[in-house]
């Protein structure tokens, strides 16, 4: 297919400036304006590298993410691409017609109508006038914006911005389309109606990169992604596992610290096992069932009592919730004692992927004894028992459902 971006060894720095303040000084600009002159605040300046040593391809009509925190370097990395700002180290590769959309207010003129920055981004893609011509009406369509077209944008609302500039971006038949998180902006029904357009882009051939803090939008739109820490990137993986890493890094979450401590109830443990095994990496065999074991100590006579746990995926979408009292309305009382629970979420039911498993003990309507300090992420592998021939397609949903199929053969 053949490479449309290759960046090799990119690093970025800047210059910071840290303004350090002396006892009985005012610091900052209202300081020196109260002083009434000169700050004698001492100085000092640091290098700051926003992205260290990046390097991946990006093949032709590939459609791939880049995730991370607020501040790992996903929007430095994208001016590079964009050739907004320079790299302080390394080299890119550009082969084809890259139009971005960066930020609201990026590749527009303010003081140009909606009309007149059209045929202008055509120019700065190479277009000629009649090129944009042709495509002018499906823009003016797509955005919904034919009332405002020649209304300067300044005055548009951010909505109506975005709107503008993502179809500029995407009819202008660029071959490679980079998006920063301004989907965001516009409403349900136009990110449906984008997303939608980036994958019939990716069906031409164009190449799609994209950055949003929606995993979800993430998961539906791109087949592959890198994360991004601390500017650098871990390497180019299929869009589920970056996911899965990313939130575990956003949750915090590196497993439940035992015992766990209330006025009410302790939990003293919580032993996850597969095959009569524990698994302290908590990667699971999709084959097996997979035991849970609840041990918490009650100090006191509870009623509406709950316990139990709630399967959650990375994304904190509830999958399934297991309660004792779910099945057992007499365990809504319980007395003071230490409790050994037993539960099994079996093989063969949830989807390879990654999940959380969170414990759950509350007095119904009245408190929860744990919040959301008992979890636990934990991986489920890939089952044998379907059919599974591609790789993408243990990516579906969540649960495997076993129907009872009846085939029949009605004609020849």
């Not at 909505?159 to 179809?167: E, H």
Request: net charge neutral; proline share 3%.
């Amino acid at each position: 297919m053949g490479k449309s971006i290759i960046v090799d060894g990119i690093s970025k720095k800047f210059r910071i400036h840290h303004q350090e303040e002396k006892k009985g000084v005012r610091r900052g600009v209202l300081g020196r304006i109260l002083k009434g002159g000169a700050s004698k605040e001492a100085s000092s300046d640091e290098d700051f590298w926003a992205l260290r040593d990046i390097s991946f391809d990006v093949e032709h009509g590939e459609r791939m993410a880049i995730v991370g925190r607020n501040g790992a370097g996903k929007s430095t990395l994208l001016k590079i691409l964009s050739r907004v700002m320079s790299p302080t180290e390394g080299r890119i590769e550009i082969r084809g017609r890259l139009s971005s959309l960066l930020e609201v207010g990026t590749g527009f003129h303010p003081e140009l109508t909606g009309r007149e920055n059209v045929y202008l981004n055509g120019a700065l893609l190479g277009m000629s006038r009649n090129e944009v011509r042709k495509k002018f009406d499906a823009i003016v369509d797509f955005a919904e914006v034919e009332r405002f077209l020649d209304t300067p944008v300044k005055r548009y609302s951010s909505g109506m911005y975005v709107r503008l500039a993502f179809a500029v971006s995407a009819f202008l038949e660029p071959d490679i389309v980079v998006l920063d998180e301004v989907l965001s902006v516009g409403d349900a029904r136009f990110q449906q109606k984008s997303y939608a357009k980036m994958r019939e882009l990716a069906s031409q051939g164009r190449t799609v990169l994209f950055v949003s803090h929606s995993m979800s939008a993430v998961k539906d739109l791109c087949e592959t992604a890198i994360l991004i820490e601390h500017g650098r990137i871990k390497q180019k993986t299929r869009v589920d596992d970056a996911i899965g890493d990313y939130m575990r890094h956003a949750m915090h979450v590196d497993g439940a610290n035992m015992p766990l401590e209330t006025d009410q109830i302790d939990l003293l443990a919580m032993h996850v096992t597969q095959g009569g095994r524990k698994n302290p990496n908590f990667n699971f065999e999709g084959d097996l069932p997979i035991n849970i074991e609840l041990i918490y100590q009650v100090k006191e006579s509870l009623r509406d009592f709950r316990m139990g746990f709630y399967i959650k995926s990375v994304f904190g979408e509830i999958i399934s919730r297991v309660l004792l009292a779910d099945r057992a309305p007499d365990m809504e009382s319980v007395e003071p004692g230490t409790y050994r629970a037993k539960a099994q979420i079996p093989a063969s039911f949830l989807v390879a992927g990654d999940y959380v498993l969170e414990v759950h003990s509350s007095q119904f309507g009245v408190r929860d004894f744990f919040a959301s300090n008992a979890l636990q992420p934990f991986r489920i592998g890939r089952p044998t028992l379907f059919n599974l021939q591609h790789e993408r397609e243990q990516t579906f949903g969540h649960v495997y459902l076993q129907p009872q199929w009846q085939l029949e053969r009605i004609s020849d």
